[in-house]
């Protein structure tokens, strides 16, 4: 046996059989360990970097949740509700007591479906840097995320709740659970609910022809500031994720769906549930797994790699003879808050490859600034093309720069709402 593994039963006559015979069968440098109730479990889990638990049928979910690979433990009466818990993303069921043959055996299975899974990840990680949708970074801050990202990989029905500030790419961590997991094959489809006219939300994703969630069938729906959902598509949702049915627009036959939903939030739900915003049932559907995303400020280190990236790219789409940062412009990018995250990051690389004066950038080709910085009238038109798409979308750049890529704080001073600059970043090819 070849990893860590955590046995978790409240009979102490099922741990110490099923801990002597792992214990035995582990090569050096792999542990195996036994606790005995669900908060000795949690622990073990944060502190051991547990990469298998054998679980008895009712601290299952404790390590489903997590991510975790799982084999339940069914004692006598249980096999029903052990088998329950493969549908919920366990990896096998053992019935006990069982002999030391069979105990080897099912971990045997386990680490064969390991070995496959961190193939897929190697596999997808090569993948997401074909694609440039990989998340880029060596901090301990996106470390943990990536951790967690391995985990939840490997549970294809849970629902994960991404949380972050504006701009740090929120998206980028759920295409790579989705690339990930057993669903990468399947659509990953995604719908941005602060950008969707409120009215016609409910067709968008539940419309019989062009419907989201029709078409994220077998993969996974993301849905993206998921806190500007209005109350009647909460309760839709709500029912899809407690029974896995839902209803098409029009139609009477309840489908069920074999979806994945990953969801986002730049706020703080809770606060929503507490004003009667958000419905409290819903949030907890949602937040059976919290993922929170980092600041690019969290990811200090991470910062001049990004950056690098980001230059390699945008030199290349640009047809700019751009190679390098200067040092005392590495030092201004490492020093900087990053209020606007990496959509800041990617607006100031983008603008210094554009007017960088030859092919290193500068200190000020990268015109780093603070919200509070005065510009001279004009200064964000653009120098050549006086074209109406061309002065909107500078004017949009300057102000996202200027708010830090706070999108709501932009459209309040751009004096539109938030769904019509979504509109407007998507025509502009800006992002969203």
Known sequence: MTFRVLIADGDPVVREGLLGAL???????????????????????????????????????????TGTATVVLAGAGELERALAALGRGACDVLETPCSRERVLAAAERAERVLRLERERARLAHELENVAGTALIGRSPALRRVLEQVERVARTPRTTVLLRGETGVEKERVARAIHIRSARAS??????????????????????????????????????????????????????????????????????????????????????????????EDLFYRLNVLSLPVPALRERGEDVLELAQDVLRRK????????????????????????????????????????????????????????????????????????????????????????????????????????????????????GA
Do not use: M
């Not at 606790?35 to 390590?63: F, K, P, S, Y």
């Not at 949702?237 to 839902?246: G, I, N, P, S, W």
């Not at 780093?368 to 093309?385: I, M, Q, V, Y």
């Open 186 to 279: 399947a659509p990953f489809v995604v719908c941005r609910v602060a950008a969707a006219d409120p009215a016609a939300l409910e067709e968008t994703l539940f419309g019989a022809r062009a419907g989201l969630l029709a078409a994220a069938e077998g993969g996974t729906l993301y849905l993206d500031d998921v806190d500007h959902l209005p109350l009647a598509v909460q309760a839709r949702l709500l029912r899809l994720l407690q029974d896995r049915t839902y209803r098409q627009n029009g139609a009477t036959d309840e489908l069920r769906a074999d979806v994945r939903v990953i969801a986002a939030t730049g706020g703080r739900l809770e606060e929503q549930v507490g004003r009667g915003a958000f419905r």
């Open 315 to 430: 030199a290349a789409a640009c047809g700019r003879p751009v190679r390098a940062f200067t040092p005392a412009a590495l030092d201004a990018l490492a020093t900087h808050r990053w209020p606007g995250n990496l959509l800041e990051l990617e607006n100031v690389v983008e603008r210094a490859v554009l007017f960088a004066r030859n092919e290193l950038v500068d200190v000020p080709d990268l015109a780093l600034r603070t919200a509070s910085d005065a510009a001279p009238a004009g200064e964000f038109l653009p120098l050549g093309d006086r074209s109406l798409r061309a002065l909107e979308e500078a004017l949009i750049r300057r102000v996202l720069a200027e708010v830090g890529g706070n999108k709501s704080r932009a459209a309040e001073l751009l004096g539109i709402n938030r769904a019509t600059l979504y509109n407007k970043l998507q025509a502009l090819s800006l």
């Open 23 to 65: 214990a035995d069968a582990a090569r050096p440098g792999h542990s195996v360990r036994a606790v005995a109730d669900a908060n000795e479990l949690r622990r073990g889990l944060a502190e051991d970097g547990a990469e298998l638990v054998l679980a008895a049928v009712e601290l299952a979910d404790v390590a489903l949740a």
